[in-house]
């Protein structure tokens, strides 16, 4: 059974950071590519960042580029998400995702590709 959790939201305020981490059992995070997805108030989940091997690839989606970071700790089976220079419009319930194998391109930032996926943790970013 693959359980993730997330954890490390919270309320900050705009040019904060926060650093979100996703704990994963029953799956080894480093033969697995990795994601966060973000869901805002009554608008659509959206691909934030996505982390697959070999090689830690990483993607992004353009409006956190150069702000957030995603990475990953095998040892210790679990994601990570730094977010820097927060803002108003990031607030949302962030999810971890994992998907089987490794994602290519585009596949990288689609919610279908992935098939575990943690409860989500609260971000919410003031101004």
């Known amino acids: 059974q693959v359980q993730l959790k997330e954890s490390g939201g919270g309320s900050v305020q705009a040019g904060g950071s926060l650093r979100l981490s996703c704990a994963a059992s029953g799956r080894t995070l480093s033969t697995y590519f990795m994601g966060w997805f973000r869901q805002a108030l009554g608008k659509e989940r959206e691909f934030v960042a996505a982390?697959?091997?070999?090689?830690?690839?990483?993607y992004y989606t353009d409006s956190v580029k150069g702000r957030f970071t995603i990475s990953r700790d095998n040892a210790k089976n679990t994601l990570w998400l730094q977010m820097n220079s927060l803002k108003p419009e990031d607030t949302a319930v962030y999810y971890c995702a994992s998907g089987p194998g490794w994602c290519s391109g585009s596949a990288c930032y689609e919610g279908a590709t992935y098939d575990y996926w943690g409860q989500g943790t609260q971000v919410t970013v003031s101004s």
């Open positions: 982390i697959r091997w070999p090689g830690d690839m990483t």
